[in-house]
């Protein structure tokens, strides 16, 4: 594995096994602290609805929520009838998300070790972490593992985005927090027609104050267009 790859883990592995456990339980009951937290909130709320509309029928389909936290959106999926499989490298919230979506199925693993197919993958928020390198390897890999699409989100790369993150080098909190990677869309998504074995089918950007996501609907290029 990269060496970027495996430091990401290390720390969102540490983050969301201590600090951020709670913090991200609140979220899934749809419980905010402060304005910020609650732009957080709206925007997830935003998102899942956004995957669910694209997807259509989830009824019987099988799916894997990769990065599935503490299972907000694996409970989604399966009252929309999905079969779902989670995994995530946090063993606290892998143990949260049991006890939330006790009909899902769930492991302690990371993106590197699923070895099924599915008909579809969903990552919501979950890729946020990785640069654009490891974002493009692990689609790759998860292109080989889904039967029709891959649903995603990345954060864009803006020119408020970039000061933003300047100035929070400058003034660090403290905050164990890992850090959120900008990507250039443009590039990611000629990268992503390039090297993987999946097309971008569309895109919507979702925006929630603090909260700012590009969502992303990935079909499997020997799939007929609709």
């Not at 495996?6 to 983050?15: E, L, N």
């Not at 900008?182 to 998504?189: D, P």
């Amino acid at each position: 594995m990269p060496s970027s790859y495996t430091t990401a883990q290390d720390r969102i592995r540490h983050y969301f096994d201590t600090v951020g456990f709670e913090k991200w339980q609140r979220f899934a009951r749809g419980e905010a602290q402060n304005r910020i937290q609650a732009s957080i909130v709206a925007g997830r709320e935003k998102t899942m609805a956004t995957i669910l509309a694209w997807g259509g029928n989830w009824q019987g389909r099988t799916v894997l929520d990769a990065g599935c936290g503490t299972g907000a959106f694996a409970r989604r999926l399966v009252d929309a009838g999905a079969c779902v499989t989670g995994v995530d490298i946090s063993a606290r919230e892998i143990q949260a998300a049991r006890e939330r979506v006790p009909e899902a199925t769930f492991h302690e693993a990371d993106f590197y070790g699923v070895t099924e197919v599915f008909d579809t993958i969903v990552c919501l928020d979950s890729l946020i972490y990785y640069e654009e390198d490891d974002l493009v390897q692990l689609l790759r890999h998860l292109g080989t593992h889904t039967r029709e699409a891959i649903y995603f989100t990345f954060t864009p790369s803006t020119a408020f985005f970039e000061v933003m993150h300047a100035v929070g080098k400058l003034f660090p909190k403290g905050n164990t927090s890992p850090a959120i990677a900008q990507i250039k869309a443009r590039r990611l998504y000629a990268r992503l027609a390039q090297e993987t074995p999946l097309r971008m089918h569309r895109a919507v950007h979702i925006s929630s104050s603090f909260y700012q996501t590009t969502a992303v609907e990935l079909r499997r290029n020997d799939l007929p267009h609709r």
